[in-house]
């Protein structure tokens, strides 16, 4: 699997092989270089601080210091001014994750990172999770543009309303051309259906295209901001070198790195906010040479947090309706986003609140663990934060089976047993036989990769929100510290 998960997993954190001179990962405690000793006129410097796939994960969790802690460390430890000589990008996916995010659909995300400088943000697919008139008012809020040089509207080739192909920036002297790019995986990492007026063109034709427009208008340093995983970064990193392209940042796959191909600073910065790239250069404006570049991660560990920025924070959860945050029950113990017990605790409900239905079927990657605790309506909203209804289908046992095990599904109304799967009741699933299925509307048109839709075009959307039962469900158990939800899950 190329990315297990879009929200929480750190388990699938890769910190690949560094190369390059000036590369390094986590330089604690070692003084920041900032060539500050060595600007002239036209010799200038440049300290980009740089966040990716920051799913609104607005507050302090675990290790991670969140948007105030950042915004702390940025001021503490570099001296962070967005007039420059710093500039604040993004790669995307700023959205879709805890409640404080989700429940106002990016708005007080997007508002947090105007309040943090931000320049500019690449599009990422996740970006699109609450629909495209959703993406346009956050783009109309944004105190910064929204970047893709790839998104084009299959109907003429335009670049939408809501996105610029590129910005340019001038900061402490250097006209700083920033090109957004967005990844080709958006119409099976979003709701398929909200992108499907939309073309993603490969990253090398849109970079082709747009450079010269973006030198013409007098960019001196080029810099992609892109939504795009490493692997796709390192096969980029040449093209960026023939196009005189220095530095390639990228996002989607939540990866550390920090590497130099071809002369081409290559960096992602996890995801969370959990960590920041920092880049400090020196450019010649003269001659548009990269005089010396230094690149690393730096850890943004749970600490101080800066009053103003985490002020506007808990402004924005004073705003949430109360009814979010009042308790519906208690876990004694994290039930995992891929676990039985999460199939039990989604699946049980929706059969319950759609009794016609046979089984059910959902995909762990769009799930976060339900950490243990009290429990809110707020809770199940950060638990699986994309909006989804449930839609009804047809599909054989066999293509049921083939589903789960091709697509690694979660289930509930069937169980596995020695000799296949057998229905609640008992009876074996037949392979020829047509069951009623509900499945999450994103993944029955085509999302994730699953390819159900073909064996049923008539599937029926019950009008179910898939929250919505399993909020009534967890209420109805009653469940305290005494009797946590786990003993109701089998655990
Ligand atoms: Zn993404």
């Known amino acids: 699997m190329r990315h297990p998960s879009i929200l929480s997993r750190r388990d699938f954190l890769r910190l690949s092989a560094l190369a390059g001179a000036g590369m390094m990962l986590s330089s604690c405690g070692s003084p920041l270089e900032d060539f500050s000793d060595q600007e002239t006129e036209t010799l200038r410097r440049l300290v ?15 290790e991670a210091g969140g948007a105030a802690g950042m ?43 105007g309040a943090m400088g931000y320049a500019a943000a690449a599009i990422g697919n996740h970006d699109f999770d609450a629909g495209v008139d959703v993406l346009r008012q956050r783009a109309a809020q944004a105190g910064f543009p929204l970047l893709s040089a790839n998104l084009r509207q ?19 002297g250097i006209r700083i051309g920033l090109i957004g790019l967005t990844t080709r995986e958006t119409p099976v990492d979003t709701q398929p259906h909200y992108v499907a007026d939309y073309n993603f063109i490969p990253y090398e034709d849109a970079l082709r295209e747009v450079v010269p427009l973006v030198r013409e208008e007098g960019a001196g340093l080029l810099i992609v901001v892109g939504h795009i995983c490493a692997s796709e970064m390192r096969l980029l990193a040449p093209v960026a070198a ?30 969370f906010w959990r960590n920041y790239i920092r880049i400090a250069l020196l450019f010649d404006t003269d001659t548009g040479q990269m005089l010396n570049i230094q690149a690393s991660l730096q850890p943004n560990l749970a600490g101080r947090e800066d009053a103003r920025i985490a002020g506007r924070i808990s402004g924005w959860r004073v705003r949430m309706d109360p009814a979010m945050l009042q308790q519906i029950g208690y876990a004694g113990q994290m039930i995992g986003w891929n676990s039985g017990e999460m199939a039990r605790l989604l699946t049980q409900p929706w059969l319950a609140a759609y009794p016609t239905a046979q089984a059910a079927i959902f995909a762990p990657r769009y799930v976060q663990s339900l950490p243990p605790g009290v429990i809110t309506p707020a809770s199940i909203l950060s638990m699986i934060p994309t909006d989804n209804r449930l839609i009804e289908m047809k599909l054989t046992g066999a293509q049921l089976v083939h589903t789960i095990e091709e697509r690694q599904s979660l289930y509930g109304g069937i169980e ?50 898939w929250r919505t039962p399993v909020i009534e469900w967890v209420r109805s158990l009653g469940t305290n510290r005494q009797d946590p939800l786990e003993r109701h899950l089998g655990l």
């Not at 920051?54 to 969790?61: F, N, Q, R």
């Not at 993004?90 to 708005?107: H, N, Q, R, V």
């Not at 390639?248 to 960096?267: A, P, Y």
């Open 48 to 62: 980009l601080l740089y966040t990716n796939d920051e799913h609104g994960w607005l507050e302090p969790s675990g």
């Open 71 to 113: 915004y702390r460390r940025w001021l503490a430890d570099e001296n962070y001014d967005p007039a420059g000589p710093n500039i604040a990008l993004s790669g995307g996916d700023l959205f879709t994750g805890p409640a404080l995010s989700t429940y106002f659909k990016g708005e007080s995300t997007l508002d947090v990172m």
């Open 154 to 172: 299959k109907a003429n080739y335009q670049t939408p309303d809501f996105a610029r192909k590129y910005v340019i920036k001038e900061v402490n």
């Open 242 to 271: 023939e196009l005189s392209i220095p530095i390639v940042c990228g996002g989607h796959c939540h990866e550390e790195i920090v590497e130099m191909i071809e002369g081409v600073t290559i960096v992602q910065s996890g995801s």
């Open 416 to 465: 596995s047993a020695a000799e296949g799967y057998v229905l609640a009741e008992g009876s074996p699933l037949e392979p020829e036989e047509r069951y009623r299925i509900l499945i999450p509307e994103a993944l029955y048109y085509g999302g994730n990769y699953y390819a159900v839709q073909q064996y049923d075009q008539e599937g029926q959307d019950t009008g179910l929100d």
